[in-house]
């Protein structure tokens, strides 16, 4: 049994039974590093976090920028083998809350009273991604959003409603752009509506690529669904699946396209000031 007990043991210290530590290393912003694998060699610029993992955005000389998996010894600093790790967030600094859409955030928030004036958008995915980013300030302004469930309700929604004084409707909509139906509809509706909008398809184009982990939204030609064609040329699934991808991936307003943002914020603005 004690001959068998020092056999056992005769490798456990050998140096070839001994796998190589790879020292982790925090990719702080302009940590320059080389690939191993292709020998780019740049400063850390950014994350990207894709459906394959986590990506770091290295820039060279030339600013020219590429994207790495952050695979074990994946990188060489030095010479040296490391493994990058996302840097942890450093504490926050003394200031005011910001919420998503980048506004102060009101703590200790209580309900109050809608105000007479609404803000209306198409659709609920177009209602989810405003509540998604704009939901505080809304509720701190006591402003309702409400769905038309397609834009050709608008006229009648309207006729509805009587538009006034301390009674204005802001309207969003997809796809505003010169010449299109959207815009047909939405021209000449009086003092008390304003309309804003996107020039994308649908408001999902209006969400970045990165941020859901593609590098363009893909081309679905006219006549096909569009929801459906580009979870198809993505393999999303269903557009109920795809849906859900693009609904997790909004945070705060970064992860959305100006065009967006902007127009929301103009409904915000003239649905409270002066209401």
Same mark, same amino acid.
């Given at each position: 049994?004690?001959?068998?007990?020092?056999?056992?043991?005769?490798? /456990?210290?050998?140096?070839?039974?001994?796998?190589?530590?790879?020292? =982790?290393?925090?990719?702080?912003?302009?940590?320059?590093?080389?690939?191993?694998?292709?020998?780019?060699?740049?400063?850390?610029?950014?994350?990207?976090? =894709?459906?394959?993992?986590?990506?770091?955005?290295?820039?060279?000389?030339?600013?020219? =920028?590429?994207?790495?998996?952050?695979?074990?010894?994946?990188? !060489?600093?030095?010479?040296?083998?490391?493994? $990058?790790?996302?840097?942890?967030?450093?504490?926050? =600094?003394?200031?005011?809350?910001?919420?998503? /859409?980048?506004?102060?955030?009101?703590?200790? !928030?209580?309900?109050?009273?809608? $105000?007479g004036s609404r803000i209306w958008v198409e659709g609920v995915h177009d209602a989810a991604l405003v509540e998604r980013v704009w939901g505080h300030d809304l509720r701190v302004e006591g402003v309702v959003v409400e769905q038309l469930e397609g834009l050709d309700n608008l006229g009648p929604r309207l006729a509805e409603f009587g538009p006034g004084k301390g009674h204005k409707v802001g309207v969003l909509v997809d796809h505003l752009v010169a010449g299109s139906k959207e815009t047909n509809l939405t021209t000449g509706l009086g003092e008390f509506v304003l309309v804003t909008g996107h020039p994308y398809i649908d408001v999902w184009q209006a969400v970045r690529p990165a941020a859901v982990g593609i590098k363009e939204w893909p081309n679905v030609p006219r006549g096909e669904d569009w929801k459906t064609g580009i979870c198809r040329r993505?393999?999303?699934?269903?557009?109920?699946?795809?849906?859900?991808?693009?609904?997790?991936?909004?945070?705060?307003?970064?992860?959305?396209?100006?065009?967006?943002?902007?127009?929301v914020e103009r409904l915000v603005d003239f649905v409270t000031v002066g209401d």
């Amino acid at each position: 049994m004690t001959t068998r007990n020092s056999y056992g043991d005769i490798y /456990s210290g050998h140096t070839r039974a001994r796998k190589p530590v790879i020292p =982790t290393v925090p990719a702080d912003r302009d940590l320059v590093v080389e690939d191993a694998a292709t020998g780019f060699c740049g400063a850390v610029v950014g994350f990207e976090k =894709t459906y394959d993992g986590d990506f770091v955005r290295l820039e060279d000389g030339r600013r020219r =920028t590429r994207l790495f998996a952050m695979r074990e010894a994946a990188f !060489l600093l030095d010479g040296k083998p490391v493994t $990058l790790v996302k840097p942890k967030p450093k504490p926050a =600094t003394a200031g005011p809350a910001r919420s998503a /859409s980048g506004s102060t955030k009101v703590e200790g !928030l209580r309900a109050r009273v809608a $105000l007479g004036s609404r803000i209306w958008v198409e659709g609920v995915h177009d209602a989810a991604l405003v509540e998604r980013v704009w939901g505080h300030d809304l509720r701190v302004e006591g402003v309702v959003v409400e769905q038309l469930e397609g834009l050709d309700n608008l006229g009648p929604r309207l006729a509805e409603f009587g538009p006034g004084k301390g009674h204005k409707v802001g309207v969003l909509v997809d796809h505003l752009v010169a010449g299109s139906k959207e815009t047909n509809l939405t021209t000449g509706l009086g003092e008390f509506v304003l309309v804003t909008g996107h020039p994308y398809i649908d408001v999902w184009q209006a969400v970045r690529p990165a941020a859901v982990g593609i590098k363009e939204w893909p081309n679905v030609p006219r006549g096909e669904d569009w929801k459906t064609g580009i979870c198809r040329r993505l393999g999303w699934g269903t557009p109920q699946e795809g849906w859900r991808r693009v609904y997790n991936a909004v945070n705060t307003f970064r992860d959305l396209e100006p065009p967006l943002i902007g127009a929301v914020e103009r409904l915000v603005d003239f649905v409270t000031v002066g209401d």
